[in-house]
């Protein structure tokens, strides 16, 4: 069965300072994995995804995720963060087949903080 | 319009009461999930649905029951609410034949049971 593990569940930054938010996860077969970004009071909302092909995915508001298969991380970076970026990040996961098709697995969430 | 609403998005309840969450969508979409998140565990599956016919239970479906209405409504019950029941619930949507498990997810439903 897969698994994700978020290896922070706080990181506090200074506004415009890199921020890296980690995630490993577990599978027996190839993956599907996701960012997702929660804002304080709202739902989940996809940030970036990473299906196939380059391992390099982009989000829209500057934040980037690299696929390693090697090391099965998918960590989560952006190079200067801003106050509105404050919010929880979940990475997620889903099998390319086997039993647990079309059911994303849930890291804890790292709850991200930027201060001024 | 919101495309996953939830209602209600607050509940205050008593240990023992029967409360029902709802879930209706627009974006058409077969696949219906309800997750709970509790601070520190993320997201867990309760229940999920592919279709009307199927219903599912994810890894913590016990004192909850479901209910697929039509395609778009999904509907979470806990018979008889227990403190530990207090979490924020959140239904998801996924298009079938999307292989990826992508989920678009509603705003929210609070659940406090005292």
Redesign the interface.
């Known amino acids: 069965a897969q698994s994700v593990t ?1 290896l922070d ?1 706080q990181v506090p930054v200074f506004e415009e300072a890199p921020v890296e938010l980690r995630c490993n996860y577990s599978s027996s077969v190839s993956v ?1 994995l ?1 960012w ?1 970004v929660q804002y304080p009071n ?5 940030l970036l ?1 990473y ?1 196939s092909g380059s391992t390099l995915v982009e989000s829209i508001n500057g934040f980037e995720a690299e696929f390693n298969k090697s090391q099965t991380s998918f960590h989560l970076r952006k190079p200067s963060v801003h106050i509105s970026d404050t919010a929880e990040y ?1 990475c997620a996961v ?1 099998e ?1 087949a086997g039993g647990s ?4 697995t ?4 790292t709850l991200l903080t930027v201060n001024p | 319009d919101a495309d ?1 609403t939830q209602t209600p998005r607050n509940r205050i309840t008593k240990t023992g009461k029967r409360i029902m969450l709802e879930c209706s969508q627009t974006k058409g979409h077969d ?1 219906m ?1 309800w ?1 709970r998140q509790d601070p ?6 309760i229940y ?1 649905s ?1 279709d009307v016919k199927d219903i599912n239970k ?1 890894e913590i479906s016990d004192g909850y029951s479901v209910s697929r209405q039509a395609q778009a409504k999904f509907s979470l019950s806990l018979e008889s609410a227990i403190p530990n029941q207090t979490a924020l619930y ?1 239904c ?1 949507t ?1 298009l079938a034949g ?11 439903s609070r659940l406090t049971v005292l």
């Open positions: 978020q569940s599907y996701f997702y709202q739902g989940l909302q996809l995804k299906l979940f889903s390319t098709n079309y059911k994303l849930f890291g804890k969430g | 996953v696949r999930y997750y520190g565990l993320g997201l867990r599956l999920y592919f994810g959140f998801a996924g999307d292989p990826t498990g992508e989920l678009f997810f509603g705003e929210g």
